[in-house]
C-alpha cells in the first residue's frame, strides 16, 4: 500500500475533524466560494470544506486518498442532502481528473501531506482553469501553536524518515511555495500569503483530547506504537499533555478549545 494511504488509514481522521467543523465553515465562507463554480477540494478528508463549499452552491468534487474518509464523506453528504461528491486519489497524481477542470481547488492541511511536492503543485495548477484560484491552508513549521507543536513532539519520537522524503511541513515555509508554484509556470506576484487560525473545540478536557489523537490520528498514532517499543509512551502522553491544557482557552475546564496557526496560500492561474 501507498505509505501516505497507509498513514491516513490507521485511524480515522474524522473523529478529529469534528473538532473542526466551525472553522472548516468559516475558512469557505472567507474565500468568497461563487455559486455555480467547480471546486476541487483535494486532500478533504470527510468534508469539513467541501461540505460548506456545496452548501455555498459550488459544484465540489472532494479527493482523498484515504478510503475510510472518502466513504465518511459521501456518507455526510447523503445524510446532510448536499451535492458533494467524494472519490479516492492522490494529490501527487491526479489522473482521473482532466486539465483546466476547476474554477478553485481548495486544500486544508490535505494536499501539505502527500509525498513529492513539486508534483502535487503541478496537478494543482493543471486541473485548475486559467483565471482561477488555488487556495491552499498549510502548517507552519516550528509555529507556537497547536498542531505545529504536535508534529514536531511526535516526530522526535518516532523512527527516522525514508531518504528523500521532504517534511510536509516544507509547505508552511513561503519561499518553498513560491519555488514550487514558479517552477510550474505561476508568476510570482500571483502568489499571496496571510497567516490565518483554525480552532479546535472538544467536548471533555485536554487530556481526553490527546487521546483521540492517540487513537485516531496517524501521526500521532505511529509517534506512540514506536514509543511503546522503548518503553516512552508515557513520557510521549505527558509531554503532549502538557502542550494541550498550556493551549486551552476554554473557561470551561471539562471542554478544550485550542487554535492553530496556519499559512493561508492564494495562488491566482493566469
Known amino acids: 500500500m501507498n505509505p501516505n494511504q497507509a ?25 468568497g466560494i461563487m ?26 468534487t472532494g479527493v482523498d486518498i484515504a478510503r475510510n474518509l ?15 461528491r467524494f472519490q479516492e486519489g492522490d494529490a501527487s497524481n491526479l489522473r482521473d481528473i482532466k486539465d483546466d477542470s476547476f474554477d478553485l481547488v481548495i486544500s486544508i492541511f490535505g494536499a501539505m501531506f502527500a509525498p513529492r511536492p513539486s508534483d502535487v503543485a503541478r496537478e494543482m495548477v ?12 498549510n502548517w507552519i513549521p516550528n509555529d507556537p501553536t497547536l498542531v505545529a507543536q504536535i508534529l514536531k513532539i511526535s516526530s522526535s519520537y518516532s523512527p527516522p524518515p525514508p531518504e528523500g522524503f521532504v517534511s510536509p511541513m516544507t509547505w508552511g515555509i ?29 467536548a471533555g ?18 509517534a ?16 503532549l499533555v502538557k502542550l494541550f491544557e498550556s493551549q486551552n482557552k476554554s473557561s470551561d475546564p ?10 493561508h496560500v492564494t495562488v491566482r492561474k493566469p
Open 7 to 31: 498513514l491516513w488509514e490507521k485511524g480515522d481522521f474524522t473523529r478529529i475533524a469534528e473538532t473542526m467543523r466551525a472553522s472548516g465553515e468559516a475558512l469557505v465562507a472567507s474565500i
Open 35 to 60: 455559486r455555480g463554480s467547480d471546486v476541487l477540494d483535494l486532500g478533504c478528508g470527510d468534508g469539513t470544506t467541501a461540505l460548506p463549499a456545496a452548501k455555498a452552491g459550488a459544484n465540489v
Open 70 to 84: 472518502v466513504e465518511a464523506g459521501n456518507g455526510r453528504a447523503k445524510a446532510e442532502g448536499v451535492m458533494c
Open 126 to 137: 493543471r486541473v485548475t482553469r486559467p483565471g482561477g484560484r488555488i487556495v491552499m491552508g
Open 174 to 202: 513561503e519561499d518553498n511555495v513560491v519555488e514550487r508554484f514558479t517552477s510550474v509556470g505561476i508568476p510570482k506576484p500571483n502568489i499571496s500569503f496571510a497567516r490565518d487560525s483554525y480552532e479546535f473545540n472538544f
Open 205 to 222: 478536557t485536554p487530556a481526553k483530547f490527546v487521546d483521540q489523537f492517540k487513537a485516531y490520528y496517524g501521526p500521532t498514532m505511529n
Open 224 to 239: 506512540f506504537d514506536a514509543a511503546e517499543k522503548d518503553g516512552r509512551a508515557d513520557t510521549l502522553k505527558g509531554e
Open 254 to 263: 471539562s471542554t478544550t478549545s485550542v487554535k492553530a496557526t496556519f499559512l
